[in-house]
């Protein structure tokens, strides 16, 4: 198939996962409790402009000729990988997919999908559209299961050349050694996170108020590069703690579904109880609940938006990865302290500033250990951005120019010549 057809079916892809738009969302909202307006609005637009974007790559990955001393011609081919394993994460059923087939298909690979257990409702629906837009069989495989069972196979399958993985850290360390114990496949992960936020004191205070409440609580906190350490300036501290806590009790809970809802359910009883449990420790521990700190009704996984203030960074609030709508709210004093502190944990995967000194923003910019830094906005993507962590929030990268290199294979091709012209 050449390079331009394979643009056409992303392309068709796109156009009927467009038409399907309202369906999508809705079964995105049963799928894993994700607020309607979110998943119409949200997902599906990121979802139809990650298509686009790859299918407008198909045909322009290419290899380069080079100038080898000697009597010699040497060109680079672009090649696809083979087969590409890629296991889907429960938060974002859809918008991962999307992030994970196109830049495949893209580049020529044929792919193998496990959709989350939790969520596969939405990965099976869009098998639907791929066989409808035309797209040869075989080429895209929809494999529901569960993780110890489909997802290790896919991971330490002799015949597949490439896994590509988005969830916990702790799944992506197993995911590494079934590789490296089986064929050496290529891996690429995107994993945890515990994304610092810092806001200093010279900052639009509403404005990083608002966009740090979203930077936590959307999708009822269960993002990867959710803001869950919030550091504030110390002369502002009392003023955005009051503000945080008058925004998070405004929010209504109930049915994804139901116009005016802004806050969901917990994915599953596993999530919702482990949420609590790392509510209790944080009173336990001394912090000082705001407002929230327990379950919502007594119907389904419903946790009330929870802030906690006075949170110290040993504190496991402040360390481990909650998802779930708690948020934290630490004081500092100095900028070498909050770079310091910032810095001080696992993860690296995203990171928030908020000042309207430049000169400080690029400063502390350069310093934070994350994937992303975001300046005076917060959790803002694009398929034109590269996507991905430092230290054990992942490697590799994920969409822009930058995600194409997880799919393809440099192949170097030189042959004798009688004599350079050049």
Request: aromatic content about 8%.
């Amino acid at each position: 198939m050449d390079a331009s057809e394979r643009g056409c079916l992303l392309h068709k892809l796109a156009d009927l996962v467009q038409r399907d738009r309202l369906q999508l969302a809705t079964i995105e909202a049963m799928n894993g409790g994700k607020l309607f307006p979110n998943a119409y609005l949200m997902d599906l637009e990121g979802s139809i402009k990650s298509l686009r974007y790859y299918a407008g790559w198909a045909d322009k990955i290419h290899g380069r000729t080079i100038p080898t001393d000697g009597d010699y011609f040497t060109y680079t081919r672009h090649e696809p990988v083979g087969v590409c394993g890629q296991i889907i994460p429960w938060n974002f059923p859809l918008v991962m997919l999307f992030w994970k087939i196109a830049p495949a298909l893209c580049c020529g690979n044929t792919v193998i999908v496990k959709p989350a257990e939790q969520t596969p409702l939405s990965a099976l629906y869009v098998a639907s559209l791929i066989k409808e837009a035309g797209f040869p069989p075989g080429v895209v495989n929809i494999v529901p299961g569960y993780g110890p069972t489909a997802g290790a196979a896919i991971s330490s399958h002799m015949d597949i050349d490439k896994v590509a993985f988005t969830g916990s850290t702790e799944v992506g360390k197993l995911i590494k050694q079934a590789a490296g114990s089986s064929n050496l496949k290529r891996v690429s992960l995107e994993l945890g996170g515990k994304s610092p936020c810092i806001v200093f004191a010279d900052a639009d205070l509403d404005s990083a108020v608002e966009l740090a409440h979203h930077g936590l609580f959307y999708h009822q906190g269960q993002c990867c590069i959710a803001a869950s350490r919030l550091f504030v300036e110390e002369s502002i501290y009392d003023e955005f703690v009051q503000k945080s806590v008058e925004r998070a009790k405004k929010y209504v809970l109930g049915n994804p579904l139901t116009p005016g809802v802004s806050q969901g359910p917990q994915v599953d009883k596993e999530q919702h109880d482990k949420i609590l449990d790392l509510i209790e420790s944080g009173k336990k521990q001394g912090a000082k609940l705001e407002c929230g700190g327990g379950r919502w009704g007594n119907k389904g996984y419903f946790i009330q938006p929870t802030v906690f203030s006075n949170v110290t960074d040993e504190m496991r609030i402040a360390k481990e990865e909650i998802f779930g709508p708690v948020q934290q709210i630490m004081k500092f004093k100095t900028l070498d302290e909050v770079i310091k502190r910032a810095n001080n944990t696992t993860y690296g995967l995203g990171a928030g500033i908020f000042t309207k000194d430049l000169d400080r923003a690029i400063t502390v910019s350069a310093a934070l250990q994350a994937g992303t830094v975001w300046i005076n906005c917060y959790g803002t993507a694009s398929p034109h951005n590269p996507f991905g962590g430092f230290k054990m929030s992942g490697n590799g990268r994920e969409m822009g120019e930058y995600g194409l290199h997880e799919y393809t294979e440099i192949k170097t091709v030189t042959t004798k010549i009688s004599k350079k012209n050049s």
